[in-house]
Structures are given as structure tokens and as C-alpha cells.
């Protein structure tokens, strides 16, 4: 069963880094993208941006380049979105998904991250 | 603002048809993906090329696409379909992917 579980909800204070997590199982980790959609509360879903963990292709959504960093760990199946410096505005649900290239569709979800920003 | 452009909201009547649309430029050239999210929950894949169903959707949902517009069409809306819904493709420039603004559907 194809599994993308996510790391624990987070509250941090403006100006802090955090990293979040997004792990994979039952399928070829390295084989498939694995994208970041952020939705801030009350809003729709944004793309942030894409990774391919074989060869660690990233590719950023111009609203989203140079505001964070997206990895992966194929070692042990897993992605990452960062921040260095968060900011209130930063406070959203963030969501992992795998993007078989096959059917450009996002076909499995994580559950999602919330990220709270607050002084 | 988004290059994909959804109306924000959409009624239809329990048991009737609904077409939501998805317009941009990029659609002339590559196919949407379509998405349902229900309150809390995590967006659920329920169209994707010309009109493919992932596992476990019901056939009621189809998609289709002419020119600049993608669409989503659920035949017989059930209570249950009252959602969000958002398209997914490329951008313009065809080089990144962004979502459509979502379409709040409402089961009357």
C-alpha cells in the first residue's frame, strides 16, 4: 500500500528555521516525483514545488524559489521542505504528493504539516 | 493570481449533472488533473489525463477538455460530492505546474 506520511504538526516563532518531513513507502521511493503544496488557512492549494529522488531533480515555483528548499533522502525514503527564516505569513497546511510522470496528476497525499508562525 | 481560472462556487440540485471548468492557456497543450477536498481532509486525485479515474472513483465523474477549457463533470451529484474541487496542469510557460483557484461545490 502506497504510504506518504508526514511529520507532526509545528509552532514556531518568526525568524526560525524548520524542516519538515514527508516519508514514503510501499513503492519505488526514487522512482516517482514527490511534490509541496502549501494552503494557507481558508484558501486554495498552491504548487511550491517538485522533487525526483533518484537524481534529486528539483524544480521550484517562481512564487516559491529562494523562500525555501526542497530535498530528499533516498537512503531512507524520504523528502523535506525547509525554511531558514519563517515568517507569520509562512502559517499554512503543507501537503506531500507523489506525481507519477505518467498521468501528471498528483495520485497519493500525506496528510499534511501544519506549520503555525506566531510570535 | 493563478494562470488556471475556476468559478469560485457552483451549486447543483442532489441527483442532477454539474460541470465544473478549468480555463488557462496551458490547457491547449497539456491535460488537467482534477482534485476534490472535503473540509480536513487531504485533496483526493479524481480525474487526470483525457479522462482517467483513479482506483476508486465513481464512474459519475469524467472529465473532458476543448481548447483553453478543462473540464469536471459529475452526472448524478450525490450529497457526498459536496467539495472543493481544484484542476492541476502547467503553467504557461509550461515549465512549472500551478492549481486553479478551486471550485466550492455545493449538493442541494
Known amino acids: 500500500e502506497v504510504q506518504l506520511v508526514q511529520s507532526g504538526a509545528e509552532v514556531k516563532k518568526p525568524g526560525e528555521s524548520l524542516k519538515i518531513s514527508c516519508k514514503g513507502s510501499?513503492?519505488?521511493?526514487?522512482?516517482?516525483?514527490i511534490g509541496w503544496v502549501r494552503q494557507m488557512p481558508g484558501k486554495g492549494l498552491e504548487w511550491m514545488g517538485i522533487i525526483y529522488p533518484g537524481d534529486s531533480d528539483t524544480r521550484y515555483s517562481p512564487s516559491f524559489q529562494g523562500q525555501v528548499t526542497i530535498s530528499a533522502d533516498k537512503s531512507i525514503s524520504t523528502a523535506y521542505l525547509q525554511w531558514s527564516s519563517l515568517k507569520a505569513s509562512d502559517t499554512a497546511m503543507y501537503y506531500c504528493a507523489r506525481f507519477p510522470a505518467t498521468i501528471s496528476g498528483f495520485d497519493y497525499w500525506g496528510q499534511g504539516t501544519l506549520v503555525t508562525v506566531s510570535s | 493570481s493563478s494562470e488556471l481560472t475556476q468559478d469560485p462556487a457552483v451549486s447543483v440540485a442532489l441527483g442532477q449533472t454539474v460541470r465544473i471548468t478549468c480555463q488557462g492557456d496551458s490547457l491547449r497543450s497539456y491535460y488537467a488533473s482534477w482534485y476534490q477536498q472535503k473540509p480536513g481532509q487531504a485533496p483526493v486525485l479524481v480525474i487526470y489525463g483525457k479522462n482517467n479515474r483513479p482506483s476508486g472513483i465513481p464512474d459519475r465523474f469524467s472529465g473532458s477538455s476543448s481548447g483553453n477549457t478543462a473540464s469536471l463533470t459529475i452526472t448524478g451529484a450525490q450529497a457526498e460530492d459536496e467539495a472543493d474541487y481544484y484542476c492541476n496542469s502547467r503553467d504557461s510557460s509550461g515549465n512549472h505546474l500551478t492549481f486553479g483557484g478551486g471550485t466550492k461545490l455545493t449538493v442541494l
Open positions: 510501499g513503492y519505488s521511493f526514487t522512482s516517482y516525483w
